[in-house]
C-alpha cells in the first residue's frame, strides 16, 4: 500500500472560486495533482501546458513534487502589468498635488490665477 498525502488544488475567477481538497500518492508531482483533482474538467479553459502554478505563492514547476499539507494554486495571466499601474498611480497623485501622501514623492506646485 502506497502512502498517500492531503493537499489543496485551487483556482478563481473573478466570478467563481473552487479550493479542492485531495489525496494523492506521496511521490505525485504538481502537473499530476491538478490533473488527480478533477479542476481541469471544472475549467475547461485552464491550459495546462501553459499554466503558471505555484504552492503557497511561490511558484514551482509541474515537476515539483507535493508534500503533506501544500496548496497547489493555478495563476490566471495578468491582464495589467502591476509595474505600470503603480507608475499611472504615482503620475496621478503628483497631478493631483497628493504625491507626497501616496507615493512618498514630491508634490508640483500648484499655482493659483
Known amino acids: 500500500m502506497s502512502e498517500s498525502v492531503t493537499i489543496e488544488v485551487v483556482y ?10 485531495i489525496n494523492v500518492p ?3 508531482t504538481v502537473q499530476q495533482a491538478i490533473v488527480r483533482s478533477g479542476i481541469l474538467d471544472m475549467y475547461p479553459d485552464i491550459e495546462l501546458e501553459n499554466q503558471k502554478v505555484g504552492i503557497w505563492s511561490r511558484a514551482v514547476k509541474m515537476t515539483d513534487r507535493v508534500k503533506a499539507g501544500d496548496r497547489v494554486e493555478l495563476y490566471r495571466p495578468l491582464i495589467a502589468d502591476p509595474k505600470e ?3 499611472r498611480r504615482a503620475e496621478k497623485a503628483k ?4 504625491a507626497n501622501q501616496v507615493t512618498g514623492g514630491k508634490a508640483l506646485n500648484k499655482t493659483s490665477s
Open 12 to 21: 478563481a475567477l473573478p466570478e467563481r472560486q473552487s479550493l479542492l481538497t
Open 26 to 28: 506521496a511521490n505525485c
Open 85 to 87: 499601474l503603480r507608475r
Open 95 to 98: 497631478q493631483e498635488g497628493r
